[in-house]
């Protein structure tokens, strides 16, 4: 299996605080993807890093991706209230038509 | 655009019964996902269609589901029968391959309780 893991499982953080989630994978990848889920409602595509890229921002986002040990981590900065929600990496090695998600990142933000 | 729609929302059903789930995909996008979120299971992919062919369908669990595109702004994931353990919520996803962008768009989701 290609699934993602993620890591930690469940993060509580304070507002203003940054939030780091990591994921790792098994196998090569064309590009790797991170999604939000607020509780209830459906996944929304956040950021995409190509398998060629090491760092992408957007926002107060911040991705790396380091494909010699297949790992990426998601950096919220100056986290919000706003921001809690479920977070899933998503590998994808067929070009967008096979994603595989991990476990997720429960974050919770209290204010 | 409206998004991806689902209908229904929330479908409680009983053992045994068929369950069918729809699907709108957003216009102009060509592929279309299936996926079935359980606390034990996480995300599964089902299957997906390109231009309303059924490309992958490896991850259908048993003959009790089917999956059809008859056009390309509609969807539909029957069960048939259902059981308990079919209970999930079924996302439906599309993504257009125009620009090259390989992100997939999400509907709200079906919530399916089997009694």
């Known amino acids: 299996s290609q699934q993602g893991e993620e890591d930690p499982q469940a993060l509580s953080i304070q507002e203003g605080e940054n939030a780091t989630m990591n994921c790792s994978y098994k196998t090569s990848i064309n590009n790797l993807q991170w999604y939000r889920q607020n509780s209830g409602r459906g996944l929304v595509h956040l950021i995409l890093i190509r398998s060629n890229e090491r760092e992408k921002h957007s926002g107060r986002l911040r991705v790396t991706l380091d494909t010699s040990k297949k790992s990426s981590s998601l950096l919220i900065t100056a986290s919000r209230a706003a921001d809690t929600a479920s977070y899933f990496c998503?590998?994808?090695?067929?070009?967008?038509?096979?994603?595989?998600f991990g476990g997720g990142t429960r974050l919770m933000v209290k204010p | 655009d409206a998004g991806v729609i689902q209908s229904p929302r929330h479908e409680v059903t009983e053992m045994g019964q068929e369950v069918t789930l729809r699907c709108k995909p957003i216009?102009?996008?060509?592929?279309l996902f299936w996926y079935r979120q359980t606390m034990m299971r996480g995300l599964e992919l089902l299957i997906y269609?390109?231009?309303?062919?059924?490309?992958?369908d490896s991850g259908m669990p048993e003959d009790r589901f089917s999956a059809k595109m008859p056009n390309a702004s509609f969807s539909t994931l029957k069960i048939q029968p259902s059981e308990p353990r079919d209970s999930a919520v079924y996302f439906c996803?599309?993504?257009?391959?125009?620009?090259?962008?390989?992100?997939?768009?999400f509907g709200p989701g079906t919530r399916l309780t089997v009694l």
């Open positions: 216009s102009g996008h060509d592929y």
């Open positions: 269609f390109n231009n309303n062919v059924p490309i992958d």
């Open positions: 996803a599309s993504r257009g391959t125009s620009g090259g962008r390989p992100e997939q768009f």
């Open positions: 998503a590998t994808d090695y067929n070009a967008g038509n096979m994603l595989t």
